[in-house]
């Protein structure tokens, strides 16, 4: 007898401490309340988002395979065992959308070698969101994760991506580790053209969400926090 195979959800969770049917689909509650076996990237921060998503649902019986920076790439097989079982498993992400600036994009990859049927499921990603409230071009644009660390390179780099947005007419989107938000956005009003549009996009969806586009010119004169609140920016010169 043939077992059918389990399929791969893909669960978004919420951007922040806001309440997670505020800004997620009804749908993922139900995919919830049917799936009892999950990779995620933190257990502890799962449990809790599960337990509020539906708060009847057994947290004994939740089956949780770890999948982080320490995990070991010959483990990710192993976590899709329970589909080839014929058993439906939930990719969660920590903040946002699997799969996307997440490191679920593997086990994805791993289920389509295998046949697995892989589900997506809405809900909100900041990359996309920030985007969208950016006024810039949003028909080709380049998410390019997190820029160098060290200031003279990252000087030069933010120079590379804002003649890329020339050359290409493409919005160049990245982020910063929280806590040094405060230093790109000095960076970027000190090294930038003072015509090139600045979008700053921090705590989406949340009560304290602030979007602001302008020019570098005007962002040298505007004084907001960005310290350790989760941060898009996106740059474009025309």
């Not at 505020?22 to 337990?51: C, G, H, M, W």
């Not at 933010?158 to 050359?167: A, D, H, I, N």
């Not at 020019?215 to 474009?236: G, S, Y």
Request: hydrophobic share 35%; charged share 25%.
């Amino acid at each position: 007898m043939t077992i059918s195979k389990g399929k791969l959800y893909l669960i978004p969770t919420r951007l922040g401490e806001n309440a997670p049917l505020e800004v997620l689909p009804i749908s993922i509650k139900k995919i919830i309340e049917q799936v009892d076996y999950y990779i995620v990237e933190n257990e502890k921060t799962a449990r809790r988002f599960i337990k509020l998503i539906s708060s009847n649902k057994s947290q004994q019986n939740l089956k949780i395979n770890i999948l982080n920076k320490f995990t070991k790439p010959d483990e990710l097989p192993l976590f899709i065992t329970p589909c080839l079982e014929g058993k439906h498993i939930g990719l969660l992400s920590e903040a946002g959308c699997p799969g996307v600036a997440d490191p679920g994009s593997d086990i994805v990859n791993i289920a389509h070698q295998n046949d697995i049927k892989v589900i997506p499921l809405v809900g909100p990603s900041s990359i996309l969101l920030a985007l969208m409230s950016s006024g810039m071009n949003g028909q080709h644009f380049t998410f390019n994760g997190y820029i160098p660390i060290e200031q003279k390179e990252r000087k030069t780099y933010l120079k590379k991506l804002e003649r890329l947005s020339v050359e290409n007419n493409q919005s160049q989107i990245f982020i910063e580790t929280p806590y040094r938000n405060n230093k790109i956005l000095d960076d970027i009003c000190a090294t930038l053209h003072k015509n090139t549009r600045v979008c700053v996009a921090c705590d989406i969806t949340l009560s304290t969400e602030f979007i602001k586009t302008t020019t570098v010119a005007e962002w040298q004169h505007i004084k907001v926090d960005l310290h350790k609140r989760p941060t898009i920016f996106i740059i474009h010169k025309d």
